[in-house]
Nanobody, 123 residues
Framework: QVQLVESGGGLVQAGGSLRLSCVVS????????VAWFRQAPGKERDFVAG????????FGADSVKGRFTISRDNDKNTVDLQMDNLEAEDTAVYLC????????????????WGQGTQVTVSS
């Protein structure tokens, strides 16, 4: 059974950085596309970024472009989300998800989800 575990969340001041990691186990990691989503209290779940098996990348909102970077390590079965110049609006629970279909923001294509890690940015 495929399992995803996120780590790296925490409390940081505006302008600071955090690096989130998603470890994928129980399957052939190289065959999965992985994405990061986030959900703030009272808001819908938003697509942050996705990375394909090939390494191709796509981002969700324009607000994270230039500040967030997504990468994968097929030897360690991990996908990282480097978040720089964080803003209060980035406060949310960040979840990673995996599938073999694509790496965009369609929730329904993701068969596997982690439990999430909390990111809180103080202004």
């Amino acid at each position: 059974q495929v399992q995803l575990v996120e780590s790296g969340g925490g409390l940081v001041q505006a302008g600071g950085s955090l690096r989130l990691s998603c470890v994928v186990s129980g399957g052939d990691f190289s065959t999965y596309s992985v994405a990061w989503f986030r959900q703030a209290p009272g808001k819908e779940r938003d697509f942050v970024a996705g990375i394909a098996r090939s390494g191709s990348i796509t981002f969700g909102a324009d607000s994270v472009k230039g500040r967030f970077t997504i990468s994968r390590d097929n030897d360690k079965n991990t996908v990282d989300l480097q978040m720089d110049n964080l803003e209060a609006e980035d406060t949310a629970v960040y979840l990673c998800a995996a599938n073999r279909v694509g790496y965009d923001g369609r929730f329904g294509i993701y068969a596997y989800w982690g439990q999430g890690t909390q990111v809180t940015v103080s202004s």
